[in-house]
Each structure stands twice: as C-alpha cells, then as structure tokens.
C-alpha cells in the first residue's frame, strides 16, 4: 500500500478516536502511535498485511481501549468536573488546513450531549458501540479488538444503546436549538435574569471545566434559576467579558473573550424549547483548537 494511501487513512483514524476518547489532543496521539508501529514493520511484513486501513483501525482502537481503563483514574484525580473536548464548527476549522480538528467530522456522534453520555460507559461498551454503531463494523471485527466474543460485544453494544436513549431528550430542530442560544447570549448580555430564567429548563445544569488550571467553579450549578443569577455575576466580575455565537461539536454554542482572549467555549443541550444543560470549558489545554 502506498504511502499516500496509508495516510490517508489518518483522518479515519483521528474521527474515531475523538469519539473513543473525547480529546483530540489524546486521538493525536493514537494516531501517531499507530503510524509509529506501522513503520516499525519491515515492508514484508507490511506487504503480508491484507487490509492495511483495517489493521490501521484495529490498533487504534486497541490503544484507545487501553487508554479508556487509564483514563478513569486519570480523571478521578482531575480538579473539578471533567468535560469532551469541544471542538471549532466546520466553518471556522476549515479555515486551518493543518488544525486536526479540520479531519473530525462534525455529526451527531460528536455533539457534546453525545460525548457525555459515552463517558458514563466502560471502556468496552464505548468501543463495541462506537465501532459497530458509528463506524459500521462487524461484531466479529469488533470481538477481535475488544478481546470478547462476538455474541459479548452485540451485548456491549446494545447496553450502550439503552444507555443514550435513556438520556436522550427529544431531537429539537437546529432552528430551534440557534434561536434559543442566540437568546440567552442577548439575555446575558443584557443581565436579564427573567429572561434567562425563562429560556432555562427549571432544572438545567450548568457544568464546569477548568482542570483547576483557570480560576472557575468546581462543581455543577443546578437549577434554571441559580444558573441565571450566577451568569450574571460572572458579568460583575468580568465586566469586558464578550460573547459570540459559533458552532460547538457541529451543534450552535457560544465562545467567551476577554480582552480579545478565548477564556470559555459553552455548548447547550436542549428539551424543547429550554436549555438543559451548559456545558463551560475553560480549561485551557482543551481550547488549543480554537486559538489558531
């Protein structure tokens, strides 16, 4: 197989470890670990390989395995809440040819309320549902990687079905979900708690991230009305602090600046016409795709 080929293999391989991992800068890594032990190979041993994109696929998705088991006690350690890594809307990743998040495509598999609930699977779970639902490989294939039968891994998936169905809410249309986030950017903008109060969900949860790296909440704040009076106080402590609206995840959301510096990405899940959930990364290691 050409090195052309093999390398374009690359931008599989970066989609499907952002969705196993839920951080870019860790699927950056599985990749060049999997083109590392590619190359380690002699070109006979390459030529042996039957599908070099499948085998491409297959260690990938095996050190993201290992790196899911890891990852749990890494983020028990983990200052505060610990949120996906939002990445940049197609239009604004488009414009960096060399940005990786330019190479995840941006669908349902990737909005932040997806990435959520994927981290309250197991490891195994994660990889049968992700592989076999998203990426539409077999049971068989996928028994192969997670070292289970495949009878196991049908069930892995399945138990991670009901897992995101049962915290699903409604689809709300994309109309709804911008006009509604472009609401609340003129309603804390304009410190109008009532207004905000209103498009919140009474008990919307606002969670979140700033790995203790920047200072910030370090738990959730729960209720529509707590979450409004605590937007509003954030305007009193930061008074230059700038909104504006972007695609977070493929999904509409807002980005926070603060004297022309990123400081928040937020992106929103939604239940009709309210806002169920804000997700708030300040963490500054995980807006690195939004500073090029």
Known sequence: M?????MNERRQLINLAYRLLGSLADAEDVVQETYARWYAMSPEQQAAIESPGA??????SRICLDLLGSARARRERYVGEWIPEPLPGSAESAAAAGDPAD???LDESVNMAFLVVLESMTPAERVAFILHDVFGYRFPEVAEIVGRTPAACRQLATSARRRIRDAQAPAVPARKRADAVRDFKRAWEARDI??????????????P????????RLVPVVGGEQIAH???????????????ERLVNGQPGLIAEF????????AFGFKGDRITHIWAVRNPEKLRPWMD
């Open 2 to 6: 050409s090195l052309s080929a093999i």
């Open 259 to 266: 004297d022309g510096a990123l400081t928040a990405v937020f």
């Open 103 to 105: 190479r995840v495509t």
């Open 194 to 207: 009532a207004a905000l109060i209103r498009l919140l969900d009474p008990a919307a949860t606002l969670v």
């Open 55 to 60: 085998w491409l696929t297959r260690v990938a």
């Open 230 to 244: 605590a937007a509003v106080e954030l305007l009193d402590v930061a008074p230059g602090l700038a909104f504006a």
């Open 209 to 216: 991230d700033s790995g203790g790296l920047v200072p910030a």
